[in-house]
């Protein structure tokens, strides 16, 4: 019986800057989606991490494969670490249904997807973005 264990990869290891007044809301990091990652739900759902400092009241989002997986509200001077267990079903809906890559019966999945943060309002520094996820050993 296969098993799994938790794995993560460091998207960002500094920090960024992103302020809705500006031309430039986004920030894009690439998250290579490893042969043995699996796409489980439940209890054994994948967390995004990071540091996260609002200079003013900010809304921000994050989307995986450009669907939203979290929207958050930051009161002025906030500092704090967040992290967000989110389903993989709302990032892959296609592909999220505990599959091996391997399988010829299984849908396409990309190699690597897109991990984007979004200023809707304010201005906010991240840092240390970290998506921890389920791999099979």
Not at 1 to 26: E, H, I, R, W
Request: proline share 7%.
């Amino acid at each position: 019986m296969a098993k799994t264990v938790a794995d993560y990869q460091v998207l960002c290891d500094g920090g960024f800057t992103l302020d809705a007044a500006s031309n430039t809301p986004d920030k894009g990091f690439a998250f290579f989606i490893p042969q043995n990652f699996k796409f489980l739900g439940g209890n054994q759902r994948p967390i995004l991490a990071f540091h996260v400092h609002a200079f003013k009241s900010s809304r921000f989002r994050v989307k995986i494969n450009t669907r939203e997986i979290l929207t958050w509200n930051l009161t002025a001077d906030t500092t704090r670490g967040l992290w967000d267990p989110f389903e993989w079903s709302t990032a892959f809906p296609e592909g999220s249904r505990n599959v091996p890559f391997h399988d010829p019966d299984a849908p396409e999945v990309p190699n690597t997807t897109e991990v984007e943060f979004r200023i809707l309002e304010g201005k906010i520094e991240f840092g240390q973005v970290v998506l921890w996820y389920q791999v099979e050993v």
